[in-house]
């Protein structure tokens, strides 16, 4: 059965039931996947790699939310020690954003339910309102 639908960006699209490829790409995903979860990874690449995605999500988050600073910029704010100096709004909002991930970051997983999540939503708006 096949079902032609006509998009407003990408023109028209088929629906097909015939995926006969899929199993082959599902059992190859599925073999390179089992073949490099059980790798050893060295701990300073583990703290290189878990740096950069907290510099990128929080690049990300703020990005969403109309921030215009890079990602470049982001990295040299959240690497700078906290002090007592005056920041623009942008970058409060990244000094926020990286205390709420190290605060969460510190908590045991039983500790994260929704509700207490909300309550540090006031984290992210500190000093912003």
């Known amino acids: 059965m096949l079902k032609k639908i006509l998009t407003f960006k990408s023109g028209q699209f088929v629906f097909s039931r015939k995926f006969s490829d899929v199993d082959n790409f599902l059992i190859e995903a599925q073999v390179l996947y089992s073949t490099v ?11 290189r ?26 990295a040299e704010i959240i690497s700078k020690p906290e002090g007592k100096e005056k920041f623009k709004r942008a970058e409060k909002e990244i ?10 970051a510190g908590l ?3 500790e994260k339910p ?4 909300l309550s540090e939503y006031r984290r992210l708006f500190l000093g912003l309102l």
Do not use: H
């Open 108 to 110: 045991k997983v039983s």
């Open 49 to 74: 790699i878990e740096k950069e995605v907290i510099i990128r999500s929080i690049f990300g988050t703020a990005a969403i939310e109309g921030s215009p600073l890079t990602e470049e910029k982001v």
């Open 95 to 104: 000094r926020n954003l990286k205390s709420v991930y190290d605060f969460i």
């Open 37 to 47: 979860v059980d790798l050893p990874i060295l701990p300073e690449l583990a703290a």
């Open 114 to 117: 929704f509700k207490f999540l």
